[in-house]
């Protein structure tokens, strides 16, 4: 896939990665938490956030922008209005009501599932998957795997951030989903 030579240019990630505060030892002992709150919460760096995404995928011909529950709402649903398409939620386990698939799927602390609509994407539909953050990869291969059982095609996976030590990122490419991140998190 093509990508915006400007907006892909390493200052963005590094304006990015400034506004993304580092809370460690949360919510246990031993993970960085990388918290997009403050890039969030400043109008400025949000709007740049949302245009480098919206830049990476106007020419995409997109059927649909799926945001992961919860982080990847924020930045999906946007990104979605802001394209021009709708928005599909993957959903934590029990929160969708009508006919749903489930992935089960391991954390950097502890074990979840994701549940899609079964009637939430066309055979063949081309989607962009959004998250916040690959860890260990596992909710992005999930919700990428929920896509492919219901006949998507998964264009690409896009994050804002990769923290590349725990392996995700690799895995994610592995499974062959195309995966974009705006920046990236090593170390402390
Ligand atoms: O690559 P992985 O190891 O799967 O981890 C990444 C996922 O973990 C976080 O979500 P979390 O499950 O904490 O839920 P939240 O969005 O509701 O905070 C994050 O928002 C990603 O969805
Ligand atoms: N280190 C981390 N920071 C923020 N969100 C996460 N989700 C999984 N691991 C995370």
């Known amino acids: 896939m093509m990508t915006a030579p400007v907006l892909a240019m390493p200052p963005y990630a590094d304006y990015i ?24 919460q400043d109008p400025k760096t949000f709007r740049v956030l949302v245009d480098i995404f919206v830049h990476r995928y106007m020419d995409q011909n997109l059927d649909v922008v799926a945001g992961v529950d919860a982080r990847g709402f924020i930045l999906g ?25 489930a992935e089960e799927y391991e954390l950097e602390y502890g074990s979840a599932t994701v549940e899609l609509h079964a009637d939430a994407c066309k055979a063949g539909d081309r989607v962009l998957l959004i998250d916040d953050l690959v860890a260990t990869g596992g909710t992005m291969i999930a919700a990428a795997n929920l896509l492919r059982r219901i006949g998507a095609n998964v ?14 990122s690799n895995l994610v490419r592995q499974q062959g989903i195309e995966l974009f991140t705006v920046c990236d998190f090593s170390g402390h």
Request: glycine share 8%; charged share 25%; aromatic share 8%.
């Open 77 to 101: 649903a946007v990104v979605a209005y802001e394209l021009n398409l709708g928005f599909v939620p993957v959903r934590k386990k029990g929160k969708l009501p009508f006919d749903t698939i």
């Open 155 to 168: 264009v690409e996976a896009a994050a804002i951030v990769d923290l590349p030590e725990l392996g995700g």
């Open 17 to 40: 990665r400034s506004r993304i505060r580092t809370v460690p030892d949360w919510p246990q002992q031993g993970v960085m938490f990388r918290d997009i709150t403050p890039l969030l």
